[in-house]
């Protein structure tokens, strides 16, 4: 048989090591559960893989000889059989349970395939070359009746079969789909069916070796693999045919030969430093130069049930095959000459062209052979090919961003450049008549061959006329009726087949002006565009003649901006985006990642393709990805939720029962698990708690809390969405019930209804003792009350006048005092002096020392005048750090008056005035006096505020420290 091919392509492989919690990088088996969940068997330990994240699932109170985990198999009616170096266990509901044989002794699992289910649900092992049976565990349901004593092996086959395979060593044993056991024994194959044991050999097309793994694939065959040799039984036959590939050898010593089928029934095995896949008619072969790191070899072979396979490397830890039936990537690694790829294009010949970063690269093999595709650059540019198009006369032609349009001499096989020097080419469309426009960053371009090899550019001016200036086009299409649209910076344009260019009516468009791209035309005259804002748009003809665009809406879309277009055959669209790709059929909606195969997850621009295959490439700032079979991604992935634990203090109820619970100030807290390995950023879960309220509420977290619920009937409903794969489970549900504590219980309640009888009684006696004296209470308490409310109102009434920092009248509080002053003097009593106080260079003790500083300084000087004025006089804040004072009986034109405010002047300068710290400050004071007999007519306050203003200015123009007087003739303005 031929060797294997070489696959030239780049995995989309994600390794799961320490950081993803795998402690333990030598994986040695795998199995996946009914519920989705992946565990992951390692030489130091059993773990499991949620979905979100790996965790080790084995207690610690195991012997560290049994943390090496040998082989895996789920459970027919749920748990997991573990077998380790040491013993065999069933993990069911968090617990181990071990399985001994008829004498109690434990049943030690070697590596490799040793673990096998046959059609009842029992399991068979291999164990220190003897074949055991362990009775099928029961249902969940049914497990009441069960107990860890019931796990006993015993011998799998009558004691004359037994005693015929004494003298030979099993080495791996399989039961298929007809209840036959199959079992590598010394050095052929045995089968135990309806009684009757026989040996397969080379009679039977067998050839003498240690046969380590046994499969049956879908179509009813079965395949062994031995260190050396690869053997098939095709279903019903009596003769093996050999598959071993021709360059296989023993290599390194691998434990184990895992085999497995997937999900389009080719059969994987590994290889010495990689893996083979059998495709019907040949091998391939994936290794170190596709991106597959496998150390030691693959241990172990997991087909999930979402078709993706997952490989147990020894050493690199556990990799997950990400899009494994649908994705194929080419980087650098597998032979493009630059990782941004920006366009692909079958010819006419059948070749495959890819433009990027650094020239083009074409492709043998692909669509429509069945030979591998292999990439190879070509020379011809190293800039940046943004287009690659084959034109009427099959000419290759392709432009740059530099620029530059090419032509390929098939003669030579060479490129040659035709035109140069134009602006940006985002993209070439060929024309009916041989011709070639170019969408560029300057306009539309039509480029003419002039059959010596060259080409003349000449630039289209009824683009330009139509959109009233220079504007870029950045994507051209024609649809299903001929027409071709331009998406450009300055909207859409529309040329009709042999017309000239006019801006469609397109109703539902906010604006027709606004910058579209990109552009793809699709069936019955279809239209996709973006515009700047982010928006997906499809437009369609309408019944008057014009267009009709509506938006796209799709939360799997978010935020993402929107770079390549793309409807298929199939009517889908494609979403090549800065976050990923995205596709809907029109009713759902899917997006891919790297963690879903695709190479990486910033798409380029004008790089969708849909090859003559159906197959859809894609390209990104990283590479390129293939796409086959395009039409199966929609139905894939298995949403499904779980609840994994309820928690209540000690409390872990069963979720798959009702029950009861006492109330209590504990949380009840509920973990749920969805076990999907992809796209896990799409995932949401929407709960409630049916008893408490009916509303949904969504959260990406995977536990919920409920604090001190209340007594009641309770129902958690909760249900998974995955707006990435377009998919939702169906609603997982329990019921429970919150007793009531037990002082509100029913014997609480008749001891309550005694006890308030009681006390209505005593009541009744204790009132009609205490009637009068209560009477008389209720006076002293009416009379205490009413003093309380007068003090309470007489301190609010203060409050509301009174400075809050300084405890001086406020400004509204003094300017009535000044009011009321005034009036009295107004009626011929004795005169009212107003004095305006500023604290000089108040200013610079709030640069120096602080705002608090300031704040004491003010208090402080409110302090030393309120203890020196008399009863009658007032003081209060004017603002900042100026004061008013209202002096009673006092005139400016009396010694006993200007003593007086002097005297205050004084005092606050000899006032000692000090920091937090003890350093002393000294504090000064300005002063403006005026008096009421200053006034022109009736004596005014604002007028006589503005004469002490003025006089206060004076007194800070004279040196400060001192007190002005103010005369009627002053009109000064005030010093800021």
Not at 412 to 427: C, D, E, F, H, T
Not at 618 to 639: F, K
Not at 688 to 700: A, C, F, P
Not at 811 to 825: F, N, Q, S, V
Request: hydrophobic share 40%; with cysteine; proline share 5%.
């Amino acid at each position: 048989m031929a060797g294997p091919a070489a696959m030239a392509q780049a995995l989309p492989l994600q390794y799961m090591q320490s950081a993803s919690g795998l402690d333990n990088l030598v994986v040695t088996a795998l199995a996946q559960d009914d519920k989705g969940r992946l565990w992951i068997g390692t030489e130091n330990g059993l773990y499991l893989h949620d979905g979100s994240r790996i965790a080790r699932a084995d207690p610690e109170a195991l012997p560290l000889a049994d943390r090496q985990i040998t082989a895996l198999m789920p459970a027919t009616q749920g748990g997991l059989w573990v077998g380790t170096t040491e013993a065999l266990w069933l993990r069911r509901d968090g617990g181990f349970t071990q399985v001994t044989d008829q004498a109690g002794r434990p049943l030690p699992v070697a590596l490799g395939q040793t673990l096998a289910l046959t059609t009842a649900g029992d399991l068979l092992v291999l164990s220190k070359g003897q074949l055991k049976r362990v009775p099928a565990v029961p249902a969940a349901s049914a497990a009441a009746t069960w107990t860890p004593a019931s796990l006993q092996a015993v011998p799998a086959l009558p004691p004359e079969a037994q005693a015929k395979l004494t003298s030979l060593v099993l080495q791996s044993i399989l039961v298929d789909r007809e209840d036959s056991l199959w079992m590598g024994c010394g050095k052929a194959l045995c089968r135990w069916q309806q009684g009757r044991l026989a040996q397969w050999t080379e009679k039977q097309g067998l050839p003498q070796t240690l046969w380590r793994s046994l499969l049956q694939a879908r179509d009813g065959s079965i395949w062994a693999r031995a260190p050396e040799r690869v053997m098939q039984l095709p279903a019903g036959g009596q003769q093996f045919e050999a598959r071993t590939p021709a360059e296989l050898r023993p290599g390194t010593l691998h434990p184990q030969m895992p085999m497995a089928e997937d999900g389009l029934g080719r059969i994987l095995t590994l290889e010495d430093g990689g893996l083979l896949r059998w495709d019907g008619s040949r091998w391939q072969r994936f290794g170190r130069s596709n991106g597959l790191e496998a150390a030691g070899g693959v241990h172990a072979i997991l087909v999930d049930r979402d078709r993706e396979v997952w490989l147990g490397t020894a050493g690199r830890g556990l990799a997950r095959w990400s899009g494994y039936d649908h994705w194929s990537n080419w980087t650098m690694g597998q032979g493009l000459p630059d990782p941004e790829v920006w366009r692909f294009m079958r010819d006419s010949r059948g070749r495959f062209w890819l433009g990027t970063g650094s020239g083009v690269a074409q492709t043998s093999g692909g669509a429509g052979t069945t030979a591998p595709l292999q990439v190879h650059p070509t020379a011809g540019t190293a800039h940046q090919v943004g287009s690659v198009v084959e034109d009427a006369q099959h000419q290759l032609w392709m432009a740059t961003f530099q620029g530059e349009v090419l032509r390929r001499d098939e003669r030579s096989g060479r490129w040659r450049r035709a035109v140069a020097g134009l602006p940006v080419i985002y993209q070439l469309l060929p024309r009916p008549d041989g011709t070639l426009w170019a969408a560029t960053d300057g306009g539309l371009y039509d480029i003419r061959p002039d059959g010596t090899g060259q080409a003349v550019a000449r630039r289209i001016e009824a683009e330009r006329s139509a959109t009233g200036r220079d504007a870029a086009i950045l994507n051209m299409c024609q649809d299903d009726a001929g027409r071709l649209w331009l998406a450009t910076s300055a909207g859409l344009l529309l040329q009709l087949p042999g017309q000239g260019f006019t801006r469609p009516r397109v109703q539902g468009l906010p604006s027709a002006t606004t910058a579209v791209w990109p552009l793809a035309c699709g069936k019955h005259q279809r239209v996709y565009f973006a515009t700047r804002d982010g928006g997906l748009w499809r437009m369609a003809p309408d019944a008057a003649g014009g267009w009709h665009a509506e938006r796209v809406r799709a939360q799997a879309l978010g935020r993402r901006n929107i770079q390549s277009l793309l409807e298929d055959r199939r009517g889908w669209l494609w979403v090549a985006s800065d976050g990923g790709l995205l596709v809907t059929d029109g009713e759902r909606w899917r997006r891919f990642d790297p963690s879903e195969g695709l190479v990486w997850g910033d798409c380029n621009q004008n790089a969708l393709y849909e090859d003559e295959d159906g197959d859809i490439w894609v390209g990104t700032s990283q590479g390129a990805s293939r796409i086959s079979q395009p039409e199966q991604l929609l139905g894939q992935a298995n949403l499904a939720l779980d609840i994994a634990s309820i928690r209540r203090a000690q409390e872990t109820p069963d979720p798959a029962l009702p029950w009861q619970a006492n109330w209590s100030e504990q949380p009840l807290a509920i973990h749920w698990r969805v076990p999907v390995f992809a796209n896990r950023e799409g995932l949401r879960v929407w709960y409630r708690l049916r008893g408490q309220s009916d509303e949904w509420t969504v959260t990406s977290n995977q536990e919920v809390g409920f604090a001190a619920l209340p007594e009641g009937d309770y129902s958690f409903e909760a249900w998974a969405e995955n707006l990435d794969l377009g998919q939702r489970s169906a609603t997982v549900s329990f019921s429970f019930q919150i007793l009531p504590p037990w002082w509100r219980s029913q014997w609480a309640r008749l001891g309550y209804a005694a006890l308030i009888a009681c006390l209505v009684m005593a009541a009744h006696r204790w009132r009609v003792g205490r009637l009068m004296h209560r009477q008389t209470e209720l006076k002293r308490l009416v009379h205490e009350r009413t003093q309380a409310l007068e003090a309470s109102h007489e301190q609010m009434r203060q409050l509301a006048l009174t400075d809050g920092l300084t405890g001086a009248l406020n400004r509204r509080a003094i300017m009535a005092t000044a009011e009321r002053e005034l009036a009295r003097a107004r009626r011929s009593e004795p005169p009212v002096m107003l004095v305006l106080l500023d604290i000089d260079h108040f200013k610079r003790v709030n640069d120096r020392h602080g705002h608090p500083a300031g704040d004491a300084v003010l208090q402080a000087v409110v302090g030393c005048l309120q203890a020196d004025i008399r009863e009658y006089d007032a003081l209060g804040r004017y603002g900042g750090e100026e004061f008013l004072l209202v002096l009673p009986g006092l005139s400016c034109a009396t010694s006993a008056g200007r003593q007086r405010v002097e005297h205050l002047c004084r005092l606050v300068a000899q006032h000692p005035f000090a920091l937090e710290d003890g350093t002393p400050l000294t504090v000064t004071c300005s002063m403006g006096a005026v008096d009421s007999t200053q006034a022109e007519g009736a004596a005014e306050l604002k007028p006589l505020i503005d004469l002490a203003d003025q006089a206060l200015y004076r007194a800070k123009q004279q040196g400060r420290n001192r007190v002005a007087f103010a005369s009627a003739t002053e009109a000064q303005p005030r010093l800021g």
